[in-house]
């Protein structure tokens, strides 16, 4: 069962998520564990040095000096002389060893035991310093916001690259489809129009009835040619052309859908407008246009084809009478397989958009402020 891209992008986006989540936990977690470890390295650098300067300036051991230092240098300070101490302190530190290592107490504070001579040890003791990380620190918030940004990057790579991947294996998939399809559907329909052809019509109504089956078979042939350019595009043979020929001969190809489903399509074009184009190609978009815009309005309605000539480019700006795009359709509408359409495979606009690109044209989907939807395609022109 294939997924949409939009459904898709939105699970991408929430396992993303969830990475981000856990990794800045992680990314906290780590730094908390560094600025402790920091914390207890500078703590000892402090003895260590508290020590030495007790020791060589051969100051009174005292209660009073004690008391002096952790004044200072805001930590208790205890001399102990065998396992008396000075001052009040858990008795883990009378028994404690002198080796400079560091102690968690019971009630969570830390102490460094460290020995000064023979007879006499200093004891530093602390309270566990809370932690200092805050998005208000700069350095704090600047390794966030790095890791945020790398992640988000890494993220966008990781979403482009399973849509491609999702869009290559459905292209693949289509491909199968399309070439069987082509096979079948093709030589029967060549049948048709070879007796088509053959058939010497009686009538005015004979003669009508075969040009319809040549058109309608047209029609079946153009949607083969479209699914075979889906899952194979080549590249457009250019040449010149008139648009506006172009753009005459296939609303005149889809007059009679038109008028069964009570659309008027008005052409308001000028009398020739000059572009380098594949003719087979750019009617495949235009009908796809077309069809697209008379689907819109299954209680009929009106599509207004109007060419604006510019410096060096045809704006053609297709509109309808229609209920216009949705949010989703305005962001998303040119994609591969987007559909809002009951029973819509999605693929109409795609290929009306690669087709324009191929010609070095843009296509833009918006809101008629009046009501209905318009779509604009921009063609460069040809040179004189």
């Known amino acids: 069962m294939s997924v949409s891209p939009t459904k898709l992008r939105l699970n991408l986006a929430l396992g993303f998520l969830a990475f981000v989540v856990l990794g800045s936990l992680l990314l906290l977690a780590w730094l908390r564990y560094r600025e402790e470890q920091e914390s207890r390295r500078l703590f000892a650098a402090f003895a260590k040095s508290q020590a030495d300067f007790v020791r060589e300036m ?54 460094i035991i460290l020995r000064l001579d023979d007879k006499e040890d200093i004891i530093f003791e602390r309270t566990h310093p809370e932690s200092s990380l805050s998005l208000a620190d700069p350095a704090t918030r600047n390794v966030f916001l790095a890791f945020w ?114 659309v008027a399509v008005h052409l308001d074009l000028p009398a020739s407008v000059w572009i380098m184009g594949d003719a087979q190609r750019l009617a495949q978009a235009l ?5 697209n815009a008379i689907q819109a309005m299954p209680r009929g309605g009106t599509l207004r084809v109007v060419a604006h000539l510019m410096a060096d480019s045809c704006e053609l700006r297709f509109t309808d009478s229609g209920t216009g795009f949705s949010e989703q359709a305005l962001a998303h509408g040119t994609e591969l397989f987007f559909t809002e359409k009951e029973g819509g ?21 918006q809101n008629d402020p009046k009501g209905g939807a318009v779509i604009i395609v921009t063609l460069p022109l040809s040179p004189a």
């Open 58 to 111: 051969h100051l009174p051991r005292s209660p009073k000096l004690a008391s002096d230092l952790a004044r200072l240098s805001g930590v208790g300070v205890h001399f102990r002389q065998g396992k008396r101490i000075s001052g009040a302190i858990v008795p883990i530190l009378s028994v404690a060893p002198a080796d400079g290592r560091l102690i968690t107490l019971p009630d969570g504070r830390e102490a």
């Open 149 to 262: 940004a790398v992640s988000g990057f890494i993220g966008w790579l990781l979403v482009r690259e399973r849509l491609k991947r999702a869009q290559s294996e459905r292209l693949a998939m289509l491909g199968r489809v399309a070439t069987s399809l082509a096979h079948d559907i093709k030589n029967p329909l060549a049948s048709i129009q070879l007796h088509a052809q053959l058939l010497t019509p009686q009538n005015a109504e004979d003669a009508q009835a075969v040009q319809l089956i040549e058109k309608e078979s047209g029609v079946i042939c153009g949607l083969v040619n479209q699914w075979l350019h889906l899952a194979n595009p080549l590249p457009p043979k250019l040449v010149r052309l008139d648009l506006v020929a172009c753009i005459r001969g296939v609303a005149e190809s889809m007059e009679a859908q038109a008028r069964h489903a009570g």
């Open 287 to 291: 009908r796809n246009l077309i069809v």
């Open 345 to 365: 495979m999605g693929v109409g606009l795609n290929i009306v958009s690669s087709i324009v690109t191929a010609h070095g044209g843009t296509i833009k989907l």
